[in-house]
Every structure is written in structure tokens, then in C-alpha cells.
């Protein structure tokens, strides 16, 4: 039998260690699923409920494996549902290959069906790399670029190849004029700066007084280098959330998260410093950064395209970080003034504290901080955590203190709806031994989770850890965008678009054979969990939860205080609940113990 195309694509996958695509079928890749018939299914084909979802789980794979993550779908629609989880790997910069099909060439500009313009679709979510596969000879080269730029670029690529192709035979490129020729393998490589930049580096990091450094991701490979650092400059880290695992949040100079979503210690050390040092991130939001001139600062980043951004460095350092990082340390010196270090320590312990008061704070029914402050001395030491975009993603952020081994994200930049329960998905492809936990809200859940129980259902008893957690927050409310309209807009609680219906999400999961627990009392939440954690099979833990526990920022500032009281002199429907919880919740800073803070920007920002 002849070897055709799509006979080697699979090949090439296979020969660049592919285990799994994510994927749905359709009649636009019905060559390549002949040809996983013929391979016997290898590469493993996964089969999502959605393409959305077989993107999500790619994605999933790749953040949680450090391989690439490949996904497949058919021409038109299927490549269309890709795109939302092909631009959340593009955005959180992780290596994704979309494979994709085509209608045949002789129907190509003809108003086909199913025809879409793939290359002008795919123009930017595939920028580094978009190839339609139109002869036989463009294999083996295409794809094996399509690996190597989704690794050197860790962003996406695309490979479309029109159905016709795929049922042609195989040819390889010759030794010819106009044939290229391809090779496997993505040698590994670390860059460093140059000498002269590293000198110039430290000589601003030495001159300063008050040092704050800011992870991202990009110093996950750098952990020794970074608690080195911190001892040597006497220096607090903050994390943005795809740094959140990069290092241990029990570390007594670790502030926590970063951003609308992150800590009042955080917030405290970027606003009082006078030297900041930027690793691996491209943290977005300015407003949480040192005021402009306030202070020197140096960026480390591995990506020439990414340094320079978000705030006015003195130095950009174009590197790997655990490389510049072992080159830098020699030329830093050791602070002998800890008042700076000692003040940050103080600060997050206190802020700890101000989380147990805020998750012990009474609700109707349960507190959705106690859901997640009740699991942070349960985690496995080797869990993976994924959470969801929403007010999920809050708690996630402020609650769960993640150490040594424990691995977790979201998604960061387009902060999209509906990747938290594929993302664990993918997560157990890559580590089947770990147990793996998805923070979702009921809004999330009902757009994308409750399908991929099925999918969840389907290979489960694959995995040698049967432990997947999907934790629910229901609270009929899609709470984050009330609270949002609350505070930005001064804007009444809009029912028709804001409230959601109760679904049963235990008894969905019971009906799929796996295990569903509703907690309707705080007094189950802590029980629940250890069920959960202690079960033979995925869990779904339904915790019915009080939309208003706001999601008070650390930072919150007297016009989102006023706005968010204006929506409740507008009429909002839970305008009663709203203010007890918020001033509830708040109150929690100033109980004996603490001290209420003043800064620059006044106290009634603590109000």
C-alpha cells in the first residue's frame, strides 16, 4: 500500500514525539482520520466535545507539559471553533500546532461549501507560520516548520492542507532546484546578554534602596536564581498569574499576585519602591507599576519583541532567565539595611491573615473565599490547577498558595470564558500520575464544562490518577461582570444579561458515571474537598456560593467605592447583600491585629 500524505503527516508527528492531538472529527480531514486508522491511532487522537475545546486542551497540554500542543479540525467551521483557543495559546505565548482542512483544490475560490479564506482567517492567530500544503513535495518541510517555529516562537502555527492532498500519495522533495529539503529536531538554547548590559544591569540594581521584582512565566526555569536574587538585593517578588507557580507563595518575601486581581502587599511594595526588576513577564497593566520616575528599572526577558514594554527601563536584558540570572548574581551586592525586606515580609503575613478573616466571613449560603481558602492546606504536593476567567479567577489569585511541585494557570491575556475544565484535560494527558483541579464559575461551567464531562467520562479510567476535580461556584450570577458594571459603571445589577439558571452540576456528573457532591453549607465545604481529593474518579463539587462576596481590589480606590455605591442607589436587585458583604469583607483589615495602612493616595482609598 502507498504511503499517502496524510499516511505522513502522521509519520512526521510521530517522529517529532507527538503523543496526542486534541481534535473533532469532520469530512474535511477524513484522510488524515483514514490514515490514524492505518497508524492505529498514533499520535493519540482526543476527541474533544467542540473544537473550541480541542484547542483549550492542546493548550492545556502545552502549558502544563513544556511540549508542544497540536490540535486538529475540520475546513470551515471546525477551523473557525479553533480560533478562541488558538488565540489564548498565542497571547500566553505556548506553543500550539493547528492542523486543519481545506475543501479540494478544484472547488478552492468556487463559493464551496464549507469554503473559507484559511490563510486571510489564520493570518494573525498563526502569524509566525500559516502553510497550505498544495503538492506532496512541501512535506516533510512544512510541518517540521510548524513545530519548530511553535517551540522558537512559542506561539501558534497552522498547517492546512486541503482534502484532496491529503489522499494523495507521498513523494519527498528531491535533490532539485525549487525543493526544500527538512530535517528534524529543535536543539535546545538558552541566550544571554551581552557583558556590558549585564555591568549596566547591576549598577542599577546595587544603587537601589527599595528593590521589587516582578516574575512572570518566563522565570518558571529560573527558581534558585530568583530566591537567590531576592536574599542578595533584600528585595520582594511579586507574581503575575502565569507566574503564579514560578515560586512558593509560603516564602516569607513573596507578596503574591499582582494586578486587579492580586495583593494588597503587592500593590504596597511596586507603590513604594525605587528599583524594580522585571523577569519573564509582560504584565499589561501600568497602573501597578512604580509612577513613572519614581523608579530605576530593568527588564530580563528571552524574547527581543516582548523588552522595553509597559513601563520606561533603564536596561533591557534580551535573554534566558535562569542563564542572565547565574551571570548577574556575581555582580549584585548583599543589602545590609533589611528595614526595606523586613517591612514586605510584615506586610504579606498580614495580608494572610486578612484572607483567613475575609474567607471566615459569613455568607448566604457559603463564601466563595472559604471554597477557595479551604483547599490551600489540601493541595496535593503535586496538583495542577487550572482556574477560569471570572471572579473564579479572584480567588484563585488571593487564596491558594502554591509550592514546590504544584503547577497551575489560566488563561492570562485574552482571560477568556471557558478554558478552566479543558485546560485540566489537557493537564492529565500530560501528567495522568498528578491529580488536577479546574476553579470554575457557573457561567463557565454552563458554556464550555458541562460538555467536557463527557469528554472527561471517555478516557478517564486511562489515567493512572483518577483525580480531576471540577470545583463549581454557583452562584447564578456571571458575578465578575456584575461587579465590574458595580464599580466601573456605577450600573445597576443587569438581571436579563447577568442572571443564570441553578444546574444541577453533581447530579450531571453522577449521570456520567462520575462523582457529584452539592455543598449548600459552609460547614461541608472542607469535607467536600477531602471527599474529592479522596475519591476513585473525577468529582464535581457543586458549592452553592454568595454573588455578593465582591471581589473588593486591595488597591480599591474612593471612585469604585462611590460607583459601586451609586449601582445600589440605582436600584440594584441585590443591593442589600451588597453592601453587608462589601463592608463585611472589608472590615476584615483594620480587626486588631492589623493596622490600618494610609499612603499617598489617602485613606479613604481603604475606606
Not at 510521530?14 to 492505529?40: C, K, Q, S, T
Not at 474533544?48 to 486542551?57: L, S
Not at 465578575?480 to 459603571?489: L, Y
Request: charged content about 25%.
Amino acid at each position: 500500500m502507498s504511503t499517502k500524505v496524510s499516511d505522513h503527516v502522521l509519520q512526521r508527528l510521530r517522529d517529532w514525539e507527538v503523543e496526542y492531538v486534541f481534535a473533532y472529527p469532520g469530512d474535511g480531514i477524513n484522510g488524515l482520520l483514514a490514515a490514524w486508522g492505518r497508524a492505529e491511532d498514533e499520535p493519540r487522537f482526543i476527541q474533544a466535545r467542540h473544537e473550541e475545546m480541542a484547542a483549550f486542551e492542546a493548550v492545556g497540554y502545552a502549558k502544563f507539559s513544556g511540549k508542544v500542543g497540536v490540535c486538529a479540525a475540520t475546513s470551515g467551521p471546525g477551523a473557525i471553533h479553533l480560533l478562541n483557543g488558538l488565540y489564548d495559546a498565542k497571547l500566553d505565548h505556548v506553543p500550539v500546532v493547528a492542523l486543519v482542512g481545506q475543501t479540494n483544490r478544484s472547488a478552492m475560490g468556487g463559493s464551496y461549501q464549507q469554503e473559507v479564506d484559511l490563510m486571510a482567517l489564520y493570518k494573525d492567530v498563526a502569524s509566525d507560520f500559516c502553510e497550505t500544503v498544495t503538492v506532496p513535495e512541501q512535506l516533510p518541510n512544512v510541518i517540521d516548520r510548524a513545530m519548530r517555529t511553535a517551540m522558537a516562537r512559542r506561539s501558534v502555527t497552522a498547517v492546512i492542507i486541503p482534502a484532496d492532498v491529503q489522499e494523495l500519495d507521498y513523494s519527498p522533495p528531491g535533490h532539485a532546484f525549487k525543493m526544500v529539503p527538512s530535517s528534524l529536531g529543535m536543539p535546545r538554547y538558552a541566550p544571554v546578554p551581552a557583558d556590558d548590559d549585564l555591568a549596566r544591569a547591576a549598577e542599577v540594581l546595587n544603587a537601589g534602596e527599595k528593590v521589587a521584582i516582578l516574575i512572570g512565566q518566563g522565570a518558571r526555569g529560573a527558581r534558585q536564581e530568583v530566591m537567590a536574587l531576592a536574599e542578595r538585593l533584600g528585595a520582594g517578588v511579586a507574581k503575575a498569574l502565569l507566574g503564579k507557580d514560578a515560586l512558593d507563595d509560603d516564602l516569607p518575601y513573596v507578596t503574591g499576585s499582582i494586578g486587579l486581581l492580586g495583593t494588597r502587599p503587592s500593590y504596597d511594595m511596586m507603590m513604594g519602591c525605587d528599583t524594580l526588576l522585571v523577569i519573564g513577564s509582560s504584565f499589561p497593566y501600568t497602573q501597578f507599576l512604580p509612577e513613572f520616575g519614581q523608579a530605576r528599572a530593568v527588564q530580563i526577558d528571552i524574547d527581543p519583541h516582548m523588552v522595553g514594554l509597559r513601563y520606561p527601563f533603564e536596561v533591557n536584558l534580551v535573554g534566558d532567565a535562569r542563564e542572565t540570572l547565574t551571570r548577574l548574581l556575581p555582580l549584585l551586592k548583599g543589602r545590609k539595611d533589611k528595614g526595606w525586606r523586613k517591612k514586605i515580609e510584615k506586610d504579606t503575613a498580614r495580608w494572610w491573615e486578612v484572607m483567613g478573616r475575609r474567607a471566615a466571613v459569613e455568607a448566604d449560603p457559603i463564601n466563595p473565599e472559604y471554597v477557595a481558602h479551604a483547599l490551600d492546606d489540601l493541595l496535593p504536593e503535586n496538583v495542577v490547577l487550572a482556574a477560569d476567567s471570572g471572579s473564579a479567577a479572584n480567588w484563585y489569585a488571593r487564596h491558594l498558595r502554591l509550592r514546590g511541585a504544584m503547577r497551575g494557570s489560566l488563561s492570562g491575556t485574552l482571560a477568556t470564558m471557558g478554558p478552566g475544565v479543558p485546560y485540566v484535560i489537557g493537564a492529565k494527558f500530560a501528567h495522568g500520575d498528578r491529580p488536577a483541579i479546574a476553579l470554575v464559575g457557573d457561567g463557565a461551567m454552563q458554556m464550555n464544562g458541562l460538555a467536557e464531562l463527557i469528554t472527561i467520562a471517555k478516557y478517564w479510567q486511562e489515567w493512572e490518577d483518577p483525580r480531576l476535580i471540577v470545583a463549581v461556584l454557583n452562584n447564578r450570577d456571571l458575578n465578575q461582570v456584575t461587579w465590574e458594571m458595580r464599580a466601573m459603571s456605577g450600573a445597576p445589577q443587569f438581571l436579563p444579561s447577568q442572571s443564570i439558571p441553578d444546574v444541577a452540576y453533581a447530579d450531571h456528573a453522577r449521570l456520567m458515571g462520575l462523582h457529584g457532591i452539592r455543598v449548600e453549607k459552609p460547614e461541608e465545604v472542607r469535607g467536600a474537598w477531602e471527599t474529592a481529593l479522596a475519591a476513585d474518579r473525577p468529582c464535581v463539587l457543586d458549592f452553592v456560593t454568595d454573588p455578593a462576596v465582591p471581589p473588593i481590589p486591595p488597591h480599591a480606590s474612593l471612585d469604585q467605592i462611590e460607583a459601586a455605591a451609586a449601582s445600589v442607589l440605582k436600584g440594584d436587585s441585590d443591593r442589600t447583600a451588597m453592601v453587608r458583604q462589601g463592608f463585611k469583607a472589608k472590615v476584615q483589615e483594620f480587626l486588631p491585629g492589623g493596622h490600618k495602612r494610609s499612603d499617598r493616595r489617602g485613606a479613604g482609598d481603604d475606606a
